[in-house]
């Protein structure tokens, strides 16, 4: 290890006490994360969601290539555009895609082809995947296990959004090489989610699903 390159690490401790109470806090906290499906179009200052996505490129990533982009959409007639787009592929979906089993999984939750939360919420945000980057003399350099680090990048980007007090949902239009079209990306981005964020309705209704408990998802050897 080369230690010219390596800076020290500073840690924040806490007593046992406060480790209980902050981790029991933050579960509470994200318990209530649901996702949401009917939004307000009551916008709110940008540099919370700039906040946000700051905090999700804090993820680790393989080599620390960092193999993502967001795009923020507010323009309304892209926005429109966008959710004409995804609807027609959704409707290719839901009518012959998508197996008997899949859609019978989907069924408790009310999911179908109108997506009119894609125009109707404040802020869009498109996260793209970078399988490879190019340098300054357009070769390839590749990255590494992108999936896992974008998706890591997603979780945290989702929990930022849930701290914030806002809402969102992740939206995977299938197949989505319509954004990357839509939006004008590099060659080396593939579309990875779509994600509303901005405040619920007041009359927002989510499906009554319940989550795993402890002992259903954690196993323990000792």
Not at 72 to 87: F, G, H, P, Q, Y
Not at 104 to 132: E, M, Q, R, S
Not at 186 to 196: G, K
Not at 213 to 220: A, D, G, V
Request: hydrophobic share 35%.
């Amino acid at each position: 290890m080369n230690k010219d390159q390596h800076i020290a690490y500073h840690h924040t401790t806490y007593s046992e006490e406060e480790m209980l109470q902050r981790s029991s806090d933050f579960y509470l906290q994200m318990n209530a994360r649901r996702s949401v499906r009917d939004f307000s179009p009551r916008d709110f200052p940008r540099e919370i969601l700039d906040n946000i996505i700051a905090t999700a490129g804090t993820a680790p990533s393989g080599a620390n290539k960092q193999p993502w982009t967001f795009c923020v959409i507010t323009n309304a007639e892209l926005k429109s555009k966008i959710r004409e787009m995804a609807e027609e592929e959704e409707r290719i979906s839901y009518g012959g895609r998508m197996s008997e089993k899949w859609l019978k999984d989907l069924a408790p939750l009310g999911t179908d082809a109108n997506k009119h939360f894609i125009d109707k919420a404040p802020y869009i945000v498109v996260i793209f995947k970078k399988p490879f980057d190019y340098d300054s003399e357009e070769n390839k350099l590749n990255n590494y296990y992108v999936n896992e680090s974008v998706g890591i990048a997603v979780g945290i980007f989702l929990s930022a959004v849930q701290n914030a007090g806002l809402a969102a949902l992740t939206h995977t239009p299938s197949p989505m090489n319509f954004l990357q079209k839509a939006l004008n990306r590099p060659d080396n981005e593939r579309a990875y989610l779509l994600i509303p964020v901005g405040y619920p309705t007041s009359e927002a209704t989510v499906p009554n699903i319940h989550r795993k408990n402890l002992k259903e998802i954690r196993i323990e050897y000792k």
